[in-house]
């Protein structure tokens, strides 16, 4: 089981930057494929990005490409999403997942349904 506790969300203005965590409980983190998602208000639920387990490999959503970057500290069992230039179409609560499947087809991670673990969901405002 894996527990996931996102943080660093917030209310700031447009242009302006946040850097979210996702911290994983668990001692086989650098195993796990992790990705973010958001979800506004009447909306599905989004695919933001991705980073497969070596960090080499990410993908991203291409409304954020260019402005948002994923990464990884294993040792601290922790994903981070920086966000930069953020607009007001950004405003989503934003979720870490984690999965430990593998699939030879690594874009098979930007799809939600391959995740088996979710954290509570961090809101992020981005007033004009």
């Known amino acids: 089981q894996v527990q996931l506790v996102e943080s660093g969300g917030g209310l700031v203005q447009a242009g302006g930057s946040l850097r979210l965590s996702c911290a994983a409980s668990?001692?086989?983190?650098?195993?796990?494929?992790m990705g973010w998602f958001r979800q506004a208000p009447g909306k599905e639920r989004e695919f933001v990005a991705a980073?497969?387990?070596?960090?080499?490999?990410?993908y991203y959503v291409d409304s954020v490409k260019g402005r948002f970057t994923i990464s990884r500290d294993n040792a601290k069992n922790t994903v981070f999403l920086q966000m930069n230039s953020l607009k007001p179409e950004d405003t989503a609560v934003y979720y870490c997942?984690?999965?430990?499947?593998?699939?030879?087809?690594?874009?098979?991670?930007?799809?939600?349904?391959?995740?088996?673990?979710w954290g509570q969901g961090t809101q992020v405002t981005v007033s004009s």
């Open positions: 997942a984690a999965t430990i499947k593998y699939y030879s087809s690594t874009t098979s991670y930007t799809n939600g349904n391959v995740y088996d673990y």
């Open positions: 668990g001692r086989t983190f650098s195993r796990y494929a």
């Open positions: 980073i497969i387990w070596s960090s080499s490999t990410t």
